[in-house]
């Protein structure tokens, strides 16, 4: 492909980000908010477009220097609600007339909103919304206060912080009626200490389940979610009788009488599909305790974000229709509770995401993602499963020769099959010798696959091989797959990417004696492992990385949650529980046998993984005599890699490629 160029570092700025969509209750229009990047300031913006589902061509909605996003028709179609920050700092709901004229404010609340749906009826929107702390409410009416900032942070919870957001508020969120008229707000649920999320109306209106934790600490049972039922009206909150252990996207069925949900008993166990009755006169049944499906979507990529989303009843209640995280695809099934069979409705590889039926379901309109296409809305017709695509987001791509990409099954340590990728650079001859980057996803709970990756084909770009798969201790493949590193990490999963690693070695345009590695956040820690481990890489890049579980705990924004990845209890509970802990660490491993000339890359502002760990490692490097260096952004949360400022995005792909050519180009 001669003709083609190559894509560079700077594309990112290019990104046209799809972050939701909705479809109109007659199956006419599909609504979609759009994301892109204003080089000059640095500054994200989102505008809504609309496309039919007939013919002609998307047309944009709003404009200006602002983000709007969030869009959802109301039942009747003739309005559509969005959030927009066009009226000030704060995002508010705005309705716009789908006949015309001017979007206008509903909402002038103080503080944050949320999630919001319309009622059944059209006349009021449930709001998720977060009052303003009285602190800053009072600093806000003095200038100078408001000029100085916060003087103390005052805290009495464990979870006080989370990255991307920084230090939480006080208040805590809670459900909201809101008239679609007035703009008037109800309050319908309050409490100091508990909150309310992920809320859904029943289908006659009269009633709202949502999820709260309502244990007295609810810091200290973090697997303390359970559904709840309140009146739209307000009044007691009942609870539904489950389980005890994660729950979530809670969705009602056509006759009111069933709550379907997602959850699970454990972290390292499939995310299922479960059944409650409404009025509380039965048990909670998981419908797909037999089958090896994760019913969510955790891909790992640096592009739009994974969206799960609640399940969605069929109109006569006898389906239910929910995602599946599979084999690096994000794929969408129903269960037939007439025959508890599943089956499929989008199985392509790639990723479905954020997805909408029209009122009759005769249409579906959802978010897909490849991997070579960023992101589309399609819309499927129902009765004959014809699929067509409305939208021609980052047409550009189609202009690049982006390499190829080829699928790679190996048997990893335990002889069973694992699933990885191998991107060829473009260009590529097949009798030439290349460098090859190993990558490793995050989590580990994500799994890499069928989506575009900037990175990799950046890497891909620049006369590299990248070779990427899914070891154990990710999700997509089993519970037995995920499970298999709980209170073990850095064994089997090491062995894992060590086999994928001979495997891609043994390719005949590999240069074995030319490979590096690389990974973030549990991937910048299995990189960190890998080379106390071993010096067969050339190269290391540690990214986001935990490299000292005994230093971390406590210090994330997920504080103590993440003791249970490690052992049954903190650190400090007895030197047989801080040996687990050492152990486990990639510092543990450092001294003057570690050879690998090492890339250590952190964010100042990193809640998930504080940056005192990649300075560590650092420390640690140069004390051994290892060829290393340290770069760390300012004012960059943990996903700088896929949500921080697009200049430091590219700084730090081009800090990671110096690095790789300076070892394995020579």
Known sequence: MPNKRRIAAEDIYNFELIT???ISPDG?????ALQTVERASERKYTHLWLAPTGRGAPRQLTFG????????FSPDGKTLAFLSNRTGDEMQIHLLPMDGGEARPLTRLKGSIGAFHWSPDGRSLLVEFSKQDKEEAEREGDEQKKKLGVVARHYKRLFYKFDGAGFLPHEQQHLWLVDARTGKGTQLTDHEVYAEGQA?????????VFVSNRYPDPDMEIEGEDLFLVSAKGGKIRKLETFHGHKGFPSVSPDGRWVAFLGSKGEWDNNYLWLVPADGKGKARNLTAGLELDAQVLGAHDVSPAATLPPTWSRDGRRIIF??????????KAYNLDTDAVEEIISDPGEVGAYAFDREQKRLAYFFGTIDDINQVRLREMATGKTKTLTKTNAWIKRLDLGKVEEYWFKGAHKKDLQGWVLKPPGFRANRKYPTIIEIHGGPQAQYGWRFFHEFYYLAAQGYVVAFSNPRGGRGYGREHIAAIRHAFGTVDYDDVMAFTDAVAKQPYVDKDRMGVTGGSYGG??????IGKTNRFKAAVVQRAVTNWVSFAGNSDFNWYFERWMGDGPVWESEAMLKKYWKQSPISLMGKHVRTPTLVIHSLMDQRVEHEQGEQLYVALKRAGVEAELVLFPESPHGLSRVGRTDRRIARLNHILRWMDRYLKR
């Open 20 to 22: 939701g969509l909705d």
């Open 323 to 332: 995602q599946v995280g599979e084999r690096g695809s994000a794929t969408l």
């Open 65 to 72: 220097k602002q983000v709007n996003a969030a869009p959802r």
């Open 200 to 208: 859904v109306w029943s289908p006659d209106g009269k009633s709202i």
């Open 525 to 530: 820690f299995m990189t960190a492992w890998i």
């Open 28 to 32: 006419q229009h599909v609504v979609y």
